[in-house]
């Protein structure tokens, strides 16, 4: 098979994939990339898990399950990762048989206990890869797009989420924060200090979030570390409501 060929089977594959889908009952798959996770599990009542479940939400699926200070709500991620390969409906003849591809899609939901509902609050893309059978090493830079974490502010009003992202083998977030009562989310600029500390570090593979969380009720504290450089350590302070850097500074190697 040609390399040109072959890059055509490869984005045909996704591009079916994300379309129809394949039908295989999950399974566990490793991964090459470290998680970016600060979010705390919570065990919940039985009572709750049989709700969700008549919602099609079940346990093994739930990456964290986050309650609100006053315990009116819970933020729930899903997880969705299926496996598939040789044998398998959407999987292509030109594909080589030692092969295997991995699809993963994360949704953030919040729920209601007291009323017994559910709300789609965001969902990031979904992804597929493939990778080698023997080595389970990717055969094609990898992409994520999944949930690294969901705090609530002190008062509760707020939802803080992280979407932790790589492509072509570049990493980036956005943060977006959710208000109870409103449709929209704000999103802090992440993007625009993610740009400046790519130009002050030329060469590197994008930025990893070292610690995220409220710093009080209306404003949020990041350190972001450089993907190959991780002494290169920032600290930012971001205005919750318009989503603006309030202070910035370099943080001394440890």
Same mark, same amino acid.
């Given at each position: ?70 315990? &009116? ?5 899903? $997880?969705?990762? +299926? ?5 398998? #409906?959407?999987? @292509?003849?030109? !594909? ?68 932790? &992202? ?5 990493? $980036?977030?956005? +943060? ?5 009562? #409103?449709?929209? @989310?704000?999103? !802090? ?66």
């Amino acid at each position: 098979m040609s390399k040109l060929r072959l890059i055509n089977t490869l984005f045909f594959t996704g591009f079916l994939l994300l379309t129809m889908g394949c039908k295989r009952k999950p399974q566990d798959v490793g991964s090459t990339e470290e998680p970016v996770d600060t979010t705390k599990l919570s065990a919940l009542a039985p009572e709750v898990s049989a709700h969700l479940a008549e919602k099609a939400i079940v346990a093994d699926q739930l990456v964290f399950e986050v309650p609100s200070p006053d315990s &009116r709500y819970i933020a729930l991620g899903l $997880d969705s990762t +299926v496996r598939f390969g040789p044998g398998d #409906e959407m999987w @292509p003849d030109e !594909l080589p048989s030692n092969w295997y591809g991995v699809r993963n899609r994360n949704i953030l939901f919040l729920y209601d206990p007291s009323a017994d509902t559910l709300h789609k609050l965001a969902e990031c893309e979904e992804v597929v890869n493939l990778y080698d059978r023997e080595t389970s090493q990717p055969v094609q830079p990898e992409r994520k797009d999944k949930l690294g974490a969901v705090m609530w502010s002190p008062d509760g009003k707020n939802l803080l989420l992280l979407r932790d &992202r790589i492509s072509d083998g570049v990493s $980036d977030q956005d +943060v977006l924060i959710f208000s109870l009562g #409103e449709e929209e @989310p704000g999103f !802090l600029d992440l993007f625009g200090v993610w740009r400046q500390l790519m130009k002050t570090y030329p060469g590197t593979k994008g930025t990893r979030v070292e610690e995220i969380g409220w710093a009080t009720e209306a404003t949020i504290r990041i350190v972001l570390s450089m993907r190959g450089m991780p002494s290169a350590r920032h600290e930012f302070i971001f205005d919750a409501q318009n989503g603006k850097v309030l202070s910035a500074k370099k943080m001394n190697s440890t």
